[in-house]
């Protein structure tokens, strides 16, 4: 397992990592999720020693790795950047990290290992050319390769698939955690594709400006995000987020008045709050609480159908946008007008549906998020309910 505990590691002005912790369990699949400069590959390497923190402890199956040197701490990485060998084979560039001294194999079974690693790859056919002649897809592969072909305690890889198409990746995707050393073995994974974590994370942890925000598996950041931004980043289309107070039995009342939803909040009335409703729990049929409105625009998704939805027309006093409503892109805040929300309806359920048409949406309340309104450089946190 991969320990980590009160992490600092500055460049210069720049913090990239911030009293960091993590754990990964043996055996264990984790992601971590972040934005472009989260500290992500800071993290990984740290752990592979390629770094050293200014603060804080590294942890690998319960030895601290202070002073122990890259190469003897028993981890392989995968960086973004792949340093393969040009004019050298696919083959050898697989078979050189089981020449080390460190890592020598006896020969057949560094040979089975090399096959066994190509073909899951679904780089067999390659095994002759030299790396300089390939694709970048092709190329990430091998370096992938390089990495899973030796026993280690840990793999570290660093956004591993993504210079592969998309119907590569999605592909590799599904193989990879049925690489029989990578369900061995500890693996940290990187990636800033929330799609690739929730497809491959045990666990998952979210990284923003070198701190971890949640870990959970992928119910629980799902259904209990941390804050809105990282409800935020996972799910596409993403949340709407409706802008609105809490009432005196703590239910959600929208910012113009139009919209009650039956919550019950663990926060004071009067508290300023986001309503968090993904895409996919509203319906354009299915009982349950009512919202009307009118079709802004509709964006087919293969067998689904995105529909944008101007709320509030139609829905009684009050719920009428100020000015007649040209709203912002998705969830409107008061001073804007009507807010729109985002729903994935089967394609079945849109036919004929245009804009301007009146809708009404129902929603499921148990998966209503309720969150603390945002505040500049401070995402409202989730606001439990009963
Ligand atoms: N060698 C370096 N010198 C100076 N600053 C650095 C160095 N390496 C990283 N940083 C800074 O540290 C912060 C974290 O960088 P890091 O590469 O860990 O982020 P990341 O989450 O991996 O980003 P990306 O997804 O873009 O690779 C960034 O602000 C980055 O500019």
Known sequence: MIRLRGITKAYGRTTALDGLELDVEDGEFFCLLGPSG???????????????P????????????????????????????????????????????????????????????IMETAALLGIEALLDRPVGQLSNG????????RVLVRPARAFLLDEPLSHLDAKLRQQMRAELKAIGAVRRTTTLYVTHDSVEALALGDRIGVIRDGRIVQTGTREEIWYRPHDTEV???????????????????GAFRSAGGGIELPVRA???????VLAGIRPRDLSLTAPGHELTGTVYVT?????????????????????????GGAGPETGAGPETGAPRVSLVAPRADTRGLGPDDPVRLTLRPENLLLF??????????RIGTR
């Open 231 to 249: 409800a935020r980043a996972f799910g596409r289309p993403r949340i709407n987020l409706l802008p609105g107070t809490l009432t005196e039995n």
């Open 38 to 52: 989260a500290g992500k590959t800071t993290t990984l390497k740290t752990v592979a020693g390629l770094e050293l």
């Open 372 to 381: 603390e309104a945002d505040r500049p450089r401070r995402p409202g946190r």
């Open 138 to 145: 092709q190329r990430q592969r091998v370096a992938l390769g």
């Open 266 to 272: 663990e926060a004071p009335p009067g508290t300023e």
């Open 54 to 113: 200014d603060a804080g402890t590294v942890e690998l199956d319960g030895r601290d790795l202070a002073g122990v040197e890259p190469y003897d701490r028993g981890v392989a990485m995968c960086f973004e950047s792949y340093a393969l060998y040009p004019h050298r084979s696919v083959h050898d560039n697989l078979a050189s990290p089981l020449r080390s001294p460190r890592h020598r194999l006896p020969a057949a079974e560094a040979r089975a290992r």
């Open 299 to 323: 964006e087919v998704l293969g067998r689904s159908v995105e529909v944008t939805v101007r709320l509030g027309g139609g829905a009684g006093p009050g719920a009428r946008p100020p000015g």
